[in-house]
Structure formats: structure tokens, C-alpha cells
T-cell receptor, first 113, second 112 residues
Framework: AAGVIQSPRHLIKEKRETATLKCYPI?????VYWYQQGPGQDPQFLIS???????DKGSIPDRFSAQQFSDYHSELNMSSLELGDSALYFC????????????FGPGTRLTVT | GQNIDQPTEMTATEGAIVQINCTYQ??????LFWYQQHAGEAPTFLSY????GLEEKGRFSSFLSRSKGYSYLLLKELQMKDSASYLC?????????????FGGGTRLMVKP
């Protein structure tokens, strides 16, 4: 069965650079969630989209923005990167927003040096 | 806000049964999720409880009591590959969807 695809899987950036993370949800899933997981920490909710509209916002810094496109894939844009942004970034997808089964992608490991 | 508590670490023996508890306090409740996460990998969906009672899926079962703000994940016939972190997550009562707030995770170590 198709799963959530994230790219790139690994990314190394320097401070103050920008990064774009991509997420391709499971086919027919219309809801996308972004989470950030620092070393030894829980995933922290950043932002979510349903039917190409932002539906909820968590602890996402103002330096970050995201959107969901017409094909339901989503991109997380990160600017003015800081060392503390180094983390695993997970995207999760769900069908119908309240189905209760949220499937996570493999994550993008971002390292800021 | 939400407060989710679960034990930090547990150890169990291969073939045994282990119960991982999770308590929560939330201003709105839309469901409780359990995920398994191996180090450096994505969380894997295990179960979702929105009503009181027990949900069984093979070797894994999850129980919810909304009045007590309590859930547990039961793992039977433990295998070495079950060594992982188990994340309890609560979804807020939010029309926007299932934004999850995770507990600290329980690191389970299965020993021979």
C-alpha cells in the first residue's frame, strides 16, 4: 500500500539559509499535518491543512510557512534557519480530517550547522 | 491546554504481557491515539479510541476511560522487535481536525 512520502530524507543547511520540505500524502488523503521532533522529544504539532486550506496552527515559528497544493501535497518553507531548527520533521496524512487514523511519513532530518 | 502523562521507561520479558498507562487532562477531547516509534523512524499508528472501552488488534489492545482521563496500551506475547517508544497522543475537540498532542512517550525494552 502507498504510504506518505517526504523529501528530502536528509537535509543539511547553514544558519540563516532557507529550506523547503515536501510531503506527498497517501492517495485520496485530503488532510496533512506537520510535526517537528527534536532529539529525545515528542513530536510537536506545527500546522495542518484540509482541502488545501490551513485548518489549524500549533507552535510554528513565524519564520516558517506552509501550504497545501491542488494535488494535496504540502510544502513546509523554513527561512532564517537557526541551530535549534535541527530536528526530524514529520508529515502525516489522514482522510477526511476526522477519520482517526493519521499516518506518518518517514520524516526529513534537518541539520542546521 | 493539555497534560499527558505516561511512564518514561518500562522493561519486560519476551513472551510476557505489558501494560503502558497514559493519563490526560484536556480542555477538549476528540480521541486518544497510540503510536509506536523506533528510534529515528516515523511513528506508526497502533490504535485510536474515541469511546470508552477496549479496542483489540492482534497482539495490541487499547483501553479508554473518558471519565477518568485514562488509557492503556496492552501488548501481549512480547517480541524483541516490540522494543520501541510508545507514544500516547490526544486529539483536541477541534473542528479543524485531529491535531495531536503527544505525551512524553514510554521507552519499552524487551529482554530475552
Amino acid at each position: 500500500a502507498a504510504g506518505v512520502i517526504q523529501s528530502p530524507r536528509h537535509l543539511i543547511k547553514e544558519k540563516r539559509e532557507t529550506a523547503t520540505l515536501k510531503c506527498y500524502p497517501i492517495p485520496r488523503h485530503d488532510t496533512v499535518y506537520w510535526y517537528q521532533q527534536g532529539p529525545g522529544q515528542d513530536p510537536q504539532f506545527l500546522i495542518s491543512f484540509y482541502e488545501k486550506m490551513q485548518s489549524d496552527k500549533g507552535s510554528i515559528p513565524d519564520r516558517f510557512s506552509a501550504q497545501q497544493f491542488s494535488d494535496y501535497h504540502s510544502e513546509l518553507n523554513m527561512s532564517s534557519l537557526e541551530l535549534g531548527d535541527s530536528a526530524l520533521y514529520f508529515c502525516a496524512s489522514e482522510y477526511g480530517r476526522v477519520s482517526g487514523e493519521q499516518y506518518f511519513g518517514p520524516g526529513t532530518r534537518l541539520t542546521v550547522t | 491546554g493539555q497534560n499527558i502523562d505516561q511512564p518514561t521507561e518500562m522493561t519486560a520479558t519476551e513472551g510476557a504481557i505489558v501494560q503502558i498507562n497514559c493519563t490526560y487532562q484536556t480542555s477538549g477531547f476528540n480521541g486518544l491515539f497510540w503510536y509506536q516509534q523506533h528510534a529515528g523512524e516515523a511513528p506508526t499508528f497502533l490504535s485510536y479510541n474515541v469511546l470508552d472501552g477496549l479496542e483489540e488488534k492482534g497482539r495490541f489492545s487499547s483501553f479508554l476511560s473518558r471519565s477518568k482521563g485514562y488509557s492503556y496500551l496492552l501488548l501481549k506475547e512480547l517480541q524483541m522487535k516490540d522494543s520501541a517508544s510508545y507514544l500516547c497522543a490526544v486529539s483536541m475537540n477541534n473542528n479543524a481536525g485531529n491535531m495531536l498532542t503527544f505525551g512524553g512517550g514510554t521507552r519499552l525494552m524487551v529482554k530475552p
